[in-house]
């Protein structure tokens, strides 16, 4: 089943204690991620994709066989390389739908970027690459953390739609009025615990 099963799960930096002893399963569906600032909302989500490790406790994506795409500042993509390249990286190992990502690119207006280096892009435009590459994925989960940064009002919308129309099991992370019109479980984080909000 491709659901998150969280087990034991410690996490502190220094003297201050993020998760204590979690357990809880996180079946796949849509949700957004709750909690107050520097409760550890963006540590979760880079636990998940093993950005960071926990000090104790294991967690495991669909039985171990993890596959997601994950939006994140703390996701970087090498300066030096050009967009199209980044792309045909993707091919190589099969991680894109090309014609789902095409129309992205289209959505976007991002096509004037394909032969760009990355040092190249605006923050806006670094974070459209960013959403592109993950909604274009063929993965089986979506971590979004702060989607919508640096976004112009456009890229606001197409985002919106991409959300709402996404079938992939999917957790959220912003603090933007945009998250009042999604259909979402929430997950929230309070007192070093995890718990789902039916």
């Known amino acids: 089943m491709n659901d998150i099963r969280i087990k034991n799960l410690s996490k502190h930096y220094l003297d201050k204690v993020i998760f204590n002893d979690v357990n809880v399963t996180i079946a796949p569906m849509k949700y957004i991620l709750t909690g107050e600032n520097g409760s550890g909302k963006s540590t979760l989500l880079s636990m998940f994709c093993e950005l960071e490790k926990p000090n104790s ?23 030096e390389l050009k967009v199209f390249i980044i792309f045909k990286m993707y091919d190589k190992f099969s991680r894109s739908d090309i014609s789902k990502r095409n129309q992205l690119i289209n959505e976007f207006d991002f096509s004037q970027y394909y032969y760009s280096s990355v040092n ?36 606001i919308e197409v985002l919106c739609r991409l959300i709402t129309k996404e079938t992939r099991p999917l957790i959220l992370v912003d603090h933007s009025s945009h998250m009042e019109q999604f259909d979402c479980k929430k997950i929230i984080i309070e007192n070093q615990k995890i718990c789902i909000k039916k």
């Open 120 to 155: 190249a892009l605006s923050t806006g435009t670094l974070q459209k690459l960013k959403l592109i590459l993950a909604f274009s994925g063929n993965s089986n989960w979506l971590f979004l953390d702060e989607p919508f940064n640096g976004l112009d009002t456009h890229s």
């Open 57 to 79: 406790g294991d967690i495991k994506i669909n039985n171990g066989n993890k596959n997601y795409d994950l939006v994140s500042d703390r996701v970087v993509i090498p300066s």
